[in-house]
């Protein structure tokens, strides 16, 4: 007969809430940052990370740091790109405890 370990399926029932909460939280950020890339938000895009993110948009190389990721992002703004639209795709979030990463595909589609 296996006995019963009451506190260890609660300490288990605990991680895998907190780590669905989680996700869900990361899929509403991901949403509200689609959204801004979308409307040409730029400004705010840098908000979103954390102060020692990469971002890595392959042509434009990684960038690293809060500060850099905006500088990244205020390029974008200054050049005008009527009929230009943007996808994001093929997410995989992981999360560890209270870290977590999530790389997506970005598409930018031009008219």
């Known amino acids: 007969m296996t006995d019963f370990n009451?506190?260890?399926?609660?300490?288990?029932?605990?991680?895998?809430?907190?780590?669905?909460?989680?996700?869900?939280?990361?899929?509403?950020?991901?949403?509200?940052?689609?959204?801004?890339?979308?409307?040409?938000?730029?400004?705010?895009?840098?908000?979103?990370?954390?102060?020692?993110?990469?971002?890595?948009?392959?042509?434009?190389?990684?960038?690293s740091g809060r500060v850099a990721i905006a500088e990244h992002f205020s390029g974008m703004a200054a050049v005008p790109l009527d009929g230009a639209s943007y996808l994001l795709s093929s997410p995989v979030v992981e999360v560890d405890g209270d870290r977590a990463t999530g790389v997506w595909t970005w598409h930018r589609f031009y008219s």
């Open 6 to 63: 009451s506190e260890h399926l609660l300490e288990t029932l605990e991680r895998r809430i907190d780590e669905l909460e989680s996700r869900n939280a990361i899929e509403a950020m991901h949403a509200d940052f689609v959204r801004s890339v979308a409307d040409r938000r730029f400004d705010r895009l840098a908000d979103y990370f954390a102060d020692d993110a990469t971002i890595d948009m392959r042509a434009h190389g990684p960038r």
